[in-house]
């Protein structure tokens, strides 16, 4: 490791540290009670995460030599974005959960409308961080990849397709739940891993191939957890998606396939970073962190 790439854990506490400062600044001026409460909702629900996204863009801009101040602002839309996620994701017409990052979700602490409307605003916020000075031209790709990542060919699309799932006649096949996990999940852990390549305007194919193995290895681990974790470690409760009658990776693989799997996954995301050579040591210690986390 070249003594300027920082190791993984100290990268990663800088990404939550940075997404908790930027979130500061942003939601901090309340010009009513309402806005107070909004404003309230959207920095709960972007404290307490692992900022595993944030610490993707901000090592992709360094490899790819983009300055911080810019970094920053892809990192905190991402974090935006993927908050918004989670509060709807835990809404009672979604999966109905209680416990996130450790806290009372955000339809419990505060009401389902705020719950609704704190995602919303962290949705626009996160294209209005793309929109920063700093990044000048830059923003454009990654406006149109982000809004590509988050909308019906992404992230939400995922989202339909696996709730569409649960009441489907016949179980998803491997196949299927790959398909759901690509948009679900692996959609903005790719635009994440391509962040700095495409700020750059130089090529992004290994960083998307990175990201795409990190992707699926990670929702493959999140699948475990759901089953091998314990809710006062992984902040959120657990068996879910058995309960749901979920098809999984682990429903469907076996438990020790699915770690077989998600391991295989990660030595592809390394291999996918060769090009990088030592300078990408945070990034291939983040793809062995996402199957041997805890949370
Ligand atoms: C959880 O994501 C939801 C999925 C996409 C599977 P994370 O495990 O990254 O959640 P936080 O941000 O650390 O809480
Ligand atoms: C949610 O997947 C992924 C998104 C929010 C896009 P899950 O429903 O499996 O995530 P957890 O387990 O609640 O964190
Ligand atoms: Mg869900
Ligand atoms: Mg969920
Ligand atoms: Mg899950």
Known sequence: MSSDTPGFEAALGRARALTEELSGRAFSSPDSAAHEALLDAMRYALSGGKALRAFLALESARLHGQDEAAAAQAAFAVECIHAYSLIHDDLPC?????????????????DEATAVLAG???QAAAFEALCHPSLGARAVPLIRRLAEASGHGGMVGGQMMDIAAESAE?????QGIEAVQR?????LIRWSASA????????????????????????IADDILDVEGDAAVTGKAVNKDAEAGKATFVSLLGL???KHRAAGLVDEACEALSRYGDDAESLREAARFVISREK
């Open 94 to 110: 979604m999966d109905d959960d209680d416990l996130r990052r450790g806290k009372p979700t955000v339809h419990r602490k505060w």
């Open 196 to 219: 700095g390549a495409v700020m750059a305007g130089e090529e992004a194919e290994p960083l998307l191939r990175y990201g795409a193995a990190l992707g699926l290895a990670f929702q």
């Open 256 to 258: 020790d396939a699915a």
């Open 120 to 122: 919303d605003a962290l």
């Open 183 to 187: 948009r679900k999940t692996g959609a």
């Open 170 to 174: 016949s179980p998803l096949t491997v």
